[in-house]
């Protein structure tokens, strides 16, 4: 039934549908209107039996989602920036147990300086943390993501998180197709762990793994992600045959079908980089997008498949690799090799920056006359960096760069507490 929700009162509802029977909730921007609907839910007894767990710290709440996920129950929490930093060690023992729990991440920037709003530095400081990592696009997608990852985690026993971008969806009221209780029980079976603590048949979980075995223990980690390439699109059929929808799935492709540039993204900025497609295609130029899914495991032979006779490729990425550039760039690069495609990185919208539909067309424009360089920061104000890095070179004692910075803006800094 299509109903017009906030992103994360649907996100909430769909996890509800999903039977956790333990939520670890700490609540942080933009993330906490999720934990907050889930807790109504498990008030009012529409979600039962679950036990909704006020944690002290988001380290708390990893820690309570991995003793009830190795408990044998169904595990939820959900977080953001500086919170998946501070559960980064717990992250790190999820995976690792082979544990499968799902975990939403509001995207938002991490500081300092402080930044409430949205990119994707969060998420990206985890992905090599052995999660499964799921970017949603929309709202509708948002919440139908959860719906696989439950599944997902649970037939491979690894983790998952699904990335929402904070605000832009997380906080937007949007149209979504809400599925019924009845559909999601079909799809998802009740909790099978593959592993249980059971006090009859006491085990070990966590143990010292010296050098004898530790390789083995991350290659079974890597193993189990590339079998997640092949149930992942399975799934995804399955849940079409169930929902009556598309969702999921390892990338979605937007007219590429004869494109000579391709645009690669993750998240919600590709609704705007379509947009600018068609402005392109209206114009005759050969241009398309692809909308990267899943991010962990990185869909090399499928993408490499997609842009097979396209000429060039432009990532826009909401975060930054400080010293290299992109995080997603180099992973095209790879999954191209050897087909004499270039790539070049946009990074994009970095701390909530808007991503306009003009800018996009002249980095595309640039890119489409092979212009584009290597890489490029949009909408990046030059002159304000060179006065800074002129304040640091006439003073060494020239003060916090950031503050220094918003003055010659005529702004002042943000004061949270």
């Not at 529409?46 to 002290?56: G, R």
């Amino acid at each position: 039934m299509f109903r017009q929700l906030e992103g994360s009162q649907a996100i909430a509802e769909t996890v509800a549908m999903c039977r956790p029977e333990v939520i670890c909730a700490y609540p942080i921007t933009p993330q906490t209107h999720i934990v907050e609907g889930l807790a109504t839910l498990v008030k009012n007894g529409t979600l039962s039996p679950c036990e909704y767990i006020n944690v002290e710290s988001e380290f708390a709440a990893m820690s309570v989602a991995i003793g009830a996920s190795a408990a044998g129950a169904r595990a939820y929490t959900a977080t953001a920036s500086q919170g998946i930093l501070f559960m980064a060690e717990a992250v790190y023992n999820a995976s690792g147990l082979g544990l499968p729990i799902v975990m939403t991440v509001g995207n938002r920037a991490i500081g300092a300086p402080i930044n409430i709003w949205n990119d994707h530095t969060d998420s990206m400081s985890m992905r090599d943390a052995g999660w499964i990592q799921l970017y949603a696009e929309t709202n509708q997608e948002a919440a139908d993501l959860h719906i696989l990852a439950f599944r997902l985690a649970e037939e491979i026993s690894l983790p998952v998180m699904v990335c929402v971008d904070g605000f832009i969806l997380t906080h937007a009221f949007e149209r979504v197709d809400m599925p019924t209780q009845e559909q999601i029980d079909s799809y998802l079976p009740p909790y099978a762990p593959r592993q249980l603590l059971d006090v009859d048949e006491p085990v070990t979980i966590g143990a010292m793994v010296g050098p004898e075995a530790y390789t083995e223990v991350r290659y079974l980690a890597h193993h189990r992600q590339m079998d997640a390439l092949e149930l992942i699109p399975r799934l995804s059929a399955e849940f079409r045959e169930t929902f009556g929808r598309d969702s999921g799935g390892l990338l979605h492709t937007y007219r590429t079908e004869d494109a000579e540039t391709v645009v690669v993204s993750l998240g919600s900025v590709n609704g705007t980089i379509k947009d600018v497609i068609d402005e392109f295609r209206d114009e005759g130029v050969r241009i398309g997008a692809i909308s990267i899914c899943s991010f962990r495991p990185f869909p090399m032979e499928s993408l490499r498949v997609a842009l097979a006779g396209v000429r060039r490729v432009v990532t826009v990425e909401k975060s930054l690799a400080i010293g290299l550039g992109g995080n997603v760039a180099p992973e095209v690069r790879e999954a191209l090799a050897g087909m004499g495609i270039s790539v070049a990185t946009i990074i994009a919208g970095l701390g909530g920056r808007a991503i306009t539909r003009s800018s996009l067309r002249g980095v595309f424009r640039d890119a489409v006359e092979e212009r584009l360089p290597p890489l490029t920061f949009l909408d990046l104000d030059l002159d304000l960096v060179h006065r800074q890095l002129e304040r640091e070179r006439a003073d060494r004692r020239s003060g916090p760069a950031a503050e220094s910075m918003l003055k010659d803006l005529g702004a002042v800094a943000s004061r949270v507490g």
